[in-house]
């Protein structure tokens, strides 16, 4: 009778603990659905960093392009061999900016997904877009890594390319051949 008791008594115990940790659970995830999550937050402002970004182009402003970058990042541009630190990548968008003979740069990001990692401090981002100065039948793709370093979010890696239509690039193939 005794082991009979003892034992209704921890199936009971069992019982009553799993039953409050499901209740624990469900609160906890009832209170993330209220709460906006840090990676939302996290969007928002590499949304507003990549728009400050892409001003400071349209502007041709050097200065607040380069700030943007992390001085340890690796930036890539359209050609094969352009594949630059933060200074010297810095240093060739100024002095390409600054060309007198330079029209108006303007675009408008067409395409964008960004993607934040669990911990709300870095992003990966995907830009689309068309620059009728440059190529006007060709669209861009940007791919940039931002993280938040000392509370900022900073760009330590940009890939700017071409990406013409699966026609479009047969086309250029055969006329580089």
């Known amino acids: 009778m005794k082991n009979t008791f003892s034992i209704l008594a921890l199936i009971l115990m069992a019982f009553i603990t799993g ?36 001003n400071a ?45 330079l029209g108006t740069i303007a675009y408008t990001v067409d395409t964008r997904e960004i993607r934040v990692d669990e911990t709300a401090t870095a992003a990966t981002i995907m830009e689309q877009y068309k620059i009728a100065l440059f190529s006007p039948e060709i669209p861009w793709r940007l791919v940039s890594h931002a993280v938040k370093k000392d509370g900022t979010w900073i760009i330590d890696f940009l890939s700017f390319t071409l990406v013409p239509t699966n026609a479009q690039q047969d086309k250029m193939n055969k006329a580089v051949l």
């Open 19 to 54: 039953c409050g940790k499901k209740e624990a659970e469900k609160t906890a995830v009832e209170t993330t659905k209220e709460m906006p999550s840090d990676k939302e937050t996290a969007k928002k402002e590499v949304i507003a960093l990549m728009d400050t970004f892409h």
């Open 57 to 101: 182009l349209k502007s041709k402003n050097g200065a607040g392009f380069k700030n943007l970058l992390d001085k340890d990042g690796l930036y890539c541009g359209t050609d094969p061999t352009e594949i630059y630190n933060r200074d010297t990548y810095a240093e060739n968008m100024a002095e390409a900016l600054n060309d007198p003979t």
